[in-house]
């Protein structure tokens, strides 16, 4: 039901997924300026090595006739050569480093974090009294809480993805670089991100309700927890329908078409919350226009 109501409301108020579309065209130009001065050299001694070359290679022949043997073998010859490069390149092992830790661990994750509490007062607008509020000023006048949110959110995300890396790890150990890897990377990625999705499914929705950032973050865990069957299968079906139709957009459409499936999926992810927490706590909703009563059955 959540998931069903969510994307009926997506979609009758697609341009929110325009407006988070321009949110991360200017945070990833931030982004941008702040990895160039780890990326370069990285980059230029990857391409010395062959790799960009040899990921073309592979992709030529999964689009010729090598298949998908071809492609797995071009992929693990690439593998190859990004390990030489590393093991015989100590600047660029620290670069990358670096690169990790400064960039994607914390930039990253703080600036892609700003956009969840202002995107779910917009929500929230228009789900509880079918306001139309802006994305600019929600973002402006939340900022500060936003902040907040994203500075207590940053070190819970960075903590099941490294749990994340390390059952994929193990799992590469246990059956090896084989065609059978990438399938079970993707299935660990979907049980993973499921997970934290529904952990943290209600949080923006309860602080742009006016709780407070660990107060929001408590009721959360108590719905997850109180309703995980019903909430997780949610994001286990959105999760997969995320990775399926990225993966068919990327192979398609040569990645253009990502353009607009990473806003349109960040929306969805957030309208998938805060139904989640409407209906996890009785409050009544429009859904394109109509009001509903979710059952109180489910309310807690």
Known sequence: MSFKNAFKNLIAHFGIVWAVLLYLIICSAIIVGLSLPFILPVA?????????EGIGNAFTVLMGEGGWNGFW???????????????????????TTMFVIFVVLVAFRFFFGLYEVPLATVL?????CNA???FGGKFISTLGVSVRFSLAKMPIMIAIDAATFAIIYGFAQLIGISVALPFVIILVIIV?????????SCWASGVAGGMGVIKGFARSCEICFKRFGSIYST????????IACGLFVTIFTLGVGLIVAFPFAMACLSYIGITIYYNK???R???DGTVFTPPTENVL
Do not use: C, P, Q
């Open 235 to 242: 994001y286990i079906i959105m999760w997969i329908l995320v």
């Open 285 to 287: 909703y429009y859904i």
């Open 124 to 128: 929230d607008g228009r789900m509880s």
């Open 132 to 134: 139309n509020y802006g």
């Open 192 to 200: 993973m991100r499921a997970f934290r999705s529904s952990l943290t």
């Open 44 to 52: 230029s001694a990857l391409k010395n090595a062959g790799v960009f």
């Open 281 to 283: 706590t009785g409050k």
């Open 73 to 95: 073998d071009g992929l693990f010859d690439v593998y190859s050569k990004v390990v030489h490069v590393f093991a015989s390149n100590s600047r660029v092992a620290s670069l």
